[in-house]
């Protein structure tokens, strides 16, 4: 399992990939795990919010 401090740096590497695809719209460009990850955390936020309204 992941320590702490990689699941802290892996947050802040989806966080900063996540703004340069923004700026640049190279999500089609970043690597399939990269893109992946992405997905899953925008899934699971997108969950969130919707646990939230109800």
Known sequence: M???????????????????AKKK?????L???????LAKQANKVKRQKAAKKS
Do not use: Y
Request: aromatic share 0%; hydrophobic share 35%.
């Open 25 to 29: 719209r190279t999500i089609a460009h």
């Open 2 to 20: 992941a320590s702490e401090r990689q699941r802290a740096a892996a947050r802040k590497n989806i966080k900063k990939a996540g703004a340069a």
């Open 31 to 37: 690597p399939k795990k990269t893109r992946t990850a």
